[in-house]
C-alpha cells in the first residue's frame, strides 16, 4: 500500500488542474485559429486532406469542423465528470495529429531521426498525451 501526504496529494490535484487547463487552452486556441482561417498549420492540413479525405468534402468545410471539434476537445477537459470522453476523443485526434509524419515525409523529415520544425510541432504532441493520460489516470471515478 503505498500512503501519500496530504501536501503531495493537494500537489497531485493542481499538477492536474493545471494540466487540464492548459490542454484546453492549447485545444482551444488552436481550434480557433482554423475557424478564423489563422492557423499556421493550415497548409500541412490542407496537404494531407488532398491525399486523404478530398474525394468526399471541401477543405473549407473540414477545416471548420477540424477547428470546432479541437474547441470542444478543449471545452471538455474542462469538465471533470468529461473527463474519459475527453480522454479517448483527444487520443482520436492525437493518432490523426501523427498522421503527416507517416503520409507527408517530406515535409516532416530531414533525415533519419532528424525532424522538420514541422516533424518537431507534431512529435510534441506526446506532451499532451502524457498530460492527458495522467489526468485520466488520476480522476475521480463518477
Avoid at 27 to 56: C, D, H, M, Q, R
Avoid at 100 to 111: A, G, H, N, R
Amino acid at each position: 500500500m503505498v500512503t501519500i501526504s496530504k501536501t503531495r496529494l493537494q500537489a497531485l490535484v493542481t499538477a492536474a488542474w493545471l494540466n487540464r487547463a492548459m490542454i484546453a487552452v492549447v485545444y482551444i486556441w488552436f481550434g480557433f485559429l482554423k475557424v478564423l482561417g489563422t492557423s499556421p498549420a493550415e497548409s500541412l492540413v490542407t496537404k494531407l486532406f488532398n491525399i486523404t479525405l478530398e474525394p468526399f468534402m471541401g477543405i473549407q468545410t473540414f477545416l471548420l469542423i477540424l477547428g470546432i471539434g479541437e474547441c470542444a476537445i478543449g471545452m471538455l477537459w474542462l469538465s471533470p465528470r468529461l473527463t474519459k470522453i475527453a480522454f479517448w476523443v483527444m487520443l482520436g485526434h492525437l493518432f490523426t495529429t501523427f498522421l503527416p509524419v507517416i503520409f507527408l515525409v517530406e515535409d516532416t523529415w530531414q533525415s533519419f531521426f532528424s525532424l522538420t520544425l514541422t516533424g518537431q510541432y507534431i512529435v510534441k504532441n506526446v506532451v499532451l498525451l502524457s498530460a492527458a493520460w495522467f489526468i485520466n489516470v488520476f480522476r475521480e471515478e463518477a
